[in-house]
């Protein structure tokens, strides 16, 4: 297959698996299924010190064309072979095709063109060789505001955005780099946004504040080819530390984008069900959706919604547990999808 540049294209397929397990203190703990990447950087560019070529990834393939009917029929088996999971609910997120966003491509490699997707499972023991199930806010941690604004905004994330701010290279590049900055991350009083997922961790980038920043424009030195990453972390500031935990290529821009669309849905529509069991306490169903938002909600506004708003219907059965009264059981009313346009799961933030 032809790309822009005249050589070969390659078409890929990723895929950011998300569930939502019990856990203590903040309550559920969202997690994305993480596989091991072995880019190895060409013997002829490399520095000798090196450290391990692998790194978090998410699943994925190339797409064969000759093997499956569609591109969802191949993210189904990319989840299959590379953790052992069959997945339920499946959508696309985006095609990502930026170039150079494969480090093969640096060193001679094809374009690599990816169809990135989202998948919302139940917590399974993963089967594949170096799968992993990870707290999905280990990668952005400026993302979880369930007890408090994170700590991390303000003693690294701000200072390091306001020095990149003020190195802009004159007073119209300044002003710009001051506004995306203020919208993204709350600065100035400013209400915080829980769905520019995908622009704080693009803004970051592009401050230089993220290891894959420092990552790509050293490969691409290394590889010689010029203004590979213009534009990229060249206004960077000295990264104050390793903010949150990196992955191989641009994968947490695709976790970004799955996080943002997760969110974005909860306010209009019942996905979080695919996450729960068939029965579950309206306390348990509270705890996925501030998982997945990472802001609390008003617990009372929230039941109220969810029964007036007839998404959910008791079972008439109480859970079974020691001490305490025992909470009561729910089941998703799956007829709710057909009788509205739009049933989210999200009311106001506390």
Request: hydrophobic share 40%.
């Amino acid at each position: 297959m032809s790309g822009a540049t005249g050589g070969e294209t390659q078409v890929g397929l990723a895929v950011a698996i998300v569930s939502v397990t019990a856990g203590a203190g903040t309550g559920a703990v969202p997690r994305v299924v993480t596989v091991r990447s072995g880019f190895e950087i060409p013997e002829s560019h490399r520095r000798g010190d090196e450290p391990l070529p692998h790194r978090d990834a998410l699943p994925g393939a190339p797409f064969e064309p000759e093997r499956f009917r569609t591109l969802q029929d191949g993210v189904r088996a990319v989840a299959e072979d590379t953790a052992g999971l069959a997945l339920r609910y499946v959508e696309q997120l985006y095609t990502f095709g930026d170039r150079h966003r494969d480090p093969h491509e640096l060193f001679g490699g094809p374009r690599s063109i990816v169809v990135g997707y989202l998948a919302l499972v139940r917590q399974d023991p993963l089967r594949g060789a170096g799968a992993a199930w990870h707290d999905l806010y280990e990668f952005f941690p400026w993302e979880d505001w369930r007890d408090e604004r994170p700590h991390l905004l303000d003693t690294v994330i701000v200072p390091a955005l306001e020095r990149w701010v003020a190195a802009a290279p004159d007073e119209a590049s300044r002003a710009r780099r001051g506004e995306r900055a203020g919208l993204a991350f709350a600065l100035d009083g400013a209400a915080w946004d829980a769905e520019r997922v995908l622009e704080r961790y693009e803004l970051l980038y592009e401050a230089g504040l993220v290891v894959e920043a420092f990552r790509d424009r050293d490969l691409a030195r290394r590889a010689g080819v010029e203004g590979a990453m213009e534009g990229m972390g060249a206004g960077r500031v000295d990264m104050p530390r390793a903010l949150g935990r990196p992955m191989a290529r641009d994968g947490r821009r695709v976790l970004a984008t799955a996080l943002e669309r997760l969110r974005g849905k909860l306010k209009y529509r019942p996905i979080v069900f695919e996450l729960l069991p068939p029965t579950f306490t309206l306390h348990q169903l509270q705890q996925v959706v501030e998982a997945l938002s990472g802001e609390r909600v008003h617990k009372q506004n929230f039941r109220r919604l969810m029964i007036s708003g007839g998404l959910v219907e008791p079972t008439g059965q109480f859970e079974s547990q020691t001490g305490g009264r025992p909470a009561e059981l729910y089941r998703f009313r799956r007829s709710a999808i057909l009788e509205r346009t739009s049933t989210g799961a999200v009311p106001a933030p506390e």
